[in-house]
C-alpha cells in the first residue's frame, strides 16, 4: 500500500475512489446486503416476545407465522419494480420497507403504540419480510449483470450468505443486547436497512473494460473467506447450546463476526491494486508480450445487399405479428426472452415442477425436524443442535453448487440440470433414512444430505433459469423461480406430511401412547413419518427424473458455448498481456493494429 500512497493525498484518495467504483467493491457490498437477508430464519426466537406482550393464542402467532412466508415468497411483484427503476431506488424501497415493518412491530411488543390487532400485526411481518425481495433481487440480479460468465459462483456465493444470516444477525444481537428478544425485533428492523442505504450507490451494473483472467480464483477468494465464517458460527452455536458463556464471549463472538464480514475488502483492495500498478507499468515501459489474433474471415456472399433484405425482412415480420403470437415465437436459448415467453415455455414448465417437487420437499423436511426428533426420543439440545447444522449444510450445498457445476460446464460442458438431478438423487437417500431410520445416526446423516440438497437446489434453479432466458428479464424471472417452492411446502406439508402425522398420533392415543386430546397429541416411534416420507421420496425421485428431462431438451444448448455473447473481450491485434505474481491481466486497446513487422519483432523478443 505504501507505493498506492506515494502520490500523497491525491493518490491516495483517487485509489479509494478506484476502489469504491469498483466491480470487486460492488461483489463486497452486495455479500453485506445479504446478510440481512435472514429476518425469516429467526421467526422462531423474536415471535416468544410477540406471543409474551400480546398474548397471542397459537392461533394468531400461526396466522403471523403465514404471512411472514407470504411476503417472503411473493417477489414477484419486487421483480417486476425493478425492470423499470434504477437499483439504488429498488434498494432504497427495501431499506424502507424493512424498517417500516419491524420498526412498527417493535414499537407493539414493547408497548410503545396500542395493541395492534392480529391482521395489522400480520401486514407489517409481510411488508418487512418482503422487504429481502428487493435488497436480494437488486444485489443478485446486479452481479450476474457484472460478472455473466461467472453466474453460477456468484449466485452460489450471495445466496450462501442468506443462508447463514440468521445465524449472523442472532450473533450480533447477543453480542449487543444479550437476551432481549425485544431488541433482537428493532436490529432486525434497523441493521440491514442501514446496510442497504449505505451501499445503495455503489452496487450498479458496470461494464467491464477488459477479461479477467484471474475472476474465478478471487471469487474463490470470496469463498473461503465465507467458509471461515460459516465454521465460526457453526462453533459458537454449538457451544453455546452445551455451555454457559458470559456477556463478554458473546461481544467478543459479535465482533469477531463483523471482522470475517468486512474482510472480503482486503481482497477489493488487493484487486484494485494490483491493476493500479499494472496501468503504472503500462505507461512507463511497452508491453511484456503481444498477443496477436488473425481476424476471422467472414462468409462471402454473391450480393452485398442480401443481409440487409433479409434483416428487414425480419423487421417487417415482427412488427406484422400481433403481441400474443410473439408470446409463443420464442427466441433461441440463452437470447433474452420476454417475460410471458419465458413463462409460457415448456422450459419453465419444467423448472417449476422441479421447483414443486424438489424445494418443496426439502422444506417440508426441514420444518418437521423437530417433531421428528421427538418421535425419535432425541434431547432437545441435540435436536436444537442437528437443526443448526441443516442451516450450516445448506450453506455449503448453495456455494458447491454454484463453484463446482461452473468448473463442470466450463470443462466438460455439463449441463447443470444434471447436476441437479445427482443432489436430488442424493437427498432421496436421506429421505429414505428418517423414514426407515434403522441406521444409527441417520437422523444427522439425513440432516446433512437434505440440508446439503435443499441449498444446492436453490443455487441450479436460479442459474440455469439466467442461461436459459438470458439476463434482460432476469430480474422478474428470477423471482418467478422460487414460486414454486412455497406451493410445493403447502401441498406437502400441511395437506400430507401433518394429516399422515396426526393419524399415527390418533393411532398412539387409542393404544394409550401420548395425549389424549387434539393438542397433546404426539407421535412416538419410526412409524410417524414412514408413509409421509416415503411418498416424499417418491415426489424428490420424480423432481429428479424431470431434471433429467431437462437436461435431454437442453443438452445442446450446454454443449455449445453458452457464454459466447459476453466474451467481448477477445485479445486481438495490439492487445497486451500483463503478468503480476503469477496471474495474468489482459489489457485492451481500443482501434490498435500491429504490424507483420511489430508482431515478428515481439515473437523475436
Not at 423474536?46 to 407470504?70: C, E, R, T
Not at 411473493?74 to 417486476?80: M, P, R, S
Not at 396426526?502 to 419410526?526: P, V
Request: charged share 15%.
Amino acid at each position: 500500500m505504501s507505493s498506492t500512497a506515494g502520490n500523497g493525498v491525491g493518490g491516495l484518495f483517487a485509489f479509494v475512489v478506484q476502489v469504491v467504483r469498483s466491480q470487486w467493491f460492488t461483489v463486497f457490498a452486495c455479500l453485506l446486503v445479504m446478510t440481512g437477508g435472514g429476518a425469516t430464519y429467526i421467526f422462531r426466537l423474536y415471535s416468544k416476545a410477540m406471543v409474551d406482550a400480546l398474548d397471542y393464542n397459537d392461533a394468531a402467532i400461526n396466522l403471523v407465522g403465514f404471512y411472514k412466508d407470504v411476503g417472503a415468497n411473493v417477489a414477484i411483484f419486487a421483480g417486476l419494480i425493478a425492470e423499470v427503476i434504477p437499483t439504488w431506488l429498488v434498494l432504497f424501497i427495501g431499506a424502507a420497507m424493512n424498517f417500516g415493518g419491524y420498526f412498527m412491530i417493535w414499537l407493539a411488543v414493547t408497548g410503545k403504540i396500542s395493541k395492534p390487532a392480529v391482521w395489522q400485526m400480520c401486514l407489517y411481518i409481510a411488508i418487512g419480510t418482503d422487504s429481502q425481495n428487493f435488497t436480494n433481487t437488486a444485489a443478485v440480479v446486479t452481479c450476474v449483470n457484472n460478472f455473466p460468465e461467472s453466474r453460477g459462483v456468484v449466485i452460489g456465493l450471495l445466496k450462501g450468505l442468506v443462508g447463514l444470516s440468521g445465524a449472523i444477525l442472532t450473533q450480533l444481537y447477543l453480542g449487543i443486547y444479550g437476551n432481549d428478544l425485544n431488541s433482537l425485533i428493532l436490529l432486525t428492523g434497523y441493521a440491514p436497512a442501514v446496510i442497504a442505504l449505505v451501499f445503495m450507490f455503489t452496487i450498479r451494473t458496470m461494464k467491464s473494460e477488459r477479461q479477467k483472467r484471474n475472476e474465478l480464483k478471487v471469487f474463490l477468494h470470496f469463498f473461503y473467506v465465507t467458509i471461515l465464517l460459516a465454521l465460526f458460527l457453526m462453533a459458537v452455536t454449538l457451544l453455546r447450546k452445551y455451555m454457559n458463556f458470559p456477556q463478554a464471549f458473546n461481544t467478543q463472538s459479535a465482533l469477531m463476526v463483523v471482522a470475517l464480514l468486512l474482510l472480503p475488502l482486503y481482497i477489493v483492495i488487493r484487486e484494485e491494486n494490483i491493476t493500479r500498478r499494472l496501468k503504472t507499468q503500462n505507461t512507463n515501459q511497452p508491453p511484456t508480450e503481444i498477443i496477436t489474433e488473425k481476424p476471422q474471415e467472414l462468409p462471402h456472399y454473391n450480393s452485398s445487399s442480401s443481409n440487409d433484405q433479409q434483416d428487414q425482412q425480419k423487421i417487417n415480420n415482427v412488427e406484422g405479428t400481433s403481441f400474443f403470437a410473439n408470446i409463443f415465437n420464442k427466441p433461441k436459448r440463452g437470447e433474452d426472452y420476454t417475460i410471458l415467453q419465458a413463462i409460457l415455455s415448456v422450459d419453465m414448465l419444467y423448472i417449476f415442477i422441479m421447483s414443486v417437487c424438489g424445494l418443496g420437499s426439502h422444506l417440508t423436511i426441514i420444518d418437521n425436524f423437530k417433531p421428528i426428533g421427538e418421535a425419535l426420543n432425541l434431547q432437545d439440545r441435540t435436536i436444537s443442535s442437528v437443526m443448526t447444522m441443516v442451516s450450516i449444510w445448506n450453506y455449503f450445498g448453495r456455494v458447491y453448487a454454484g463453484f463446482v457445476s461452473e468448473l463442470l460446464l466450463q470443462k466438460w460442458k455439463t449441463a447443470r440440470p444434471n447436476m441437479m438431478a445427482s443432489v436430488l438423487f442424493m437427498s432421496c437417500i436421506g429421505i429414505l433414512l428418517i423414514a426407515f431410520p434403522v441406521i444409527p445416526g441417520s437422523y444427522y446423516v439425513s440432516s446433512l444430505l437434505i440440508g446439503f440438497s435443499y441449498g444446492a437446489q436453490v443455487t441450479l434453479i436460479f442459474t440455469i433459469i439466467s442461461e436459459l432466458f438470458g439476463l434482460k428479464h432476469y430480474s422478474t424471472l428470477f423471482n418467478c423461480g422460487q414460486l414454486g417452492s412455497p406451493v410445493g411446502a403447502y401441498l406437502l406439508n400441511s395437506k400430507l406430511t401433518k394429516v399422515l402425522y396426526e393419524k399415527e398420533a390418533f393411532k398412539d392415543a387409542a393404544l394409550g401412547i401420548g395425549g389424549t386430546n387434539a393438542k397433546e397429541l404426539s407421535c412416538t416411534g419410526d412409524h410417524c413419518f414412514r408413509i409421509s416420507f416415503s411418498i416424499l421420496a417418491c415426489v424428490a425421485f420424480f423432481a429428479a427424473i424431470m431434471s433429467l428431462g431437462l437436461s435431454r431438451r437442453t443438452k445442446d444448448f450446454y454443449k455449445g458455448d453458452i457464454y459466447k455473447k459476453f466474451k467481448t473481450g477477445k485479445s486481438s491485434p495490439g492487445d497486451t498481456v500483463k503478468r503480476y505474481n503469477g496471474e495474468t491481466y489482459l489489457k485492451f486497446k481500443k482501434n490498435v493494429k500491429a504490424t507483420e513487422t511489430q508482431t515478428e519483432t515481439a515473437q523475436d523478443s
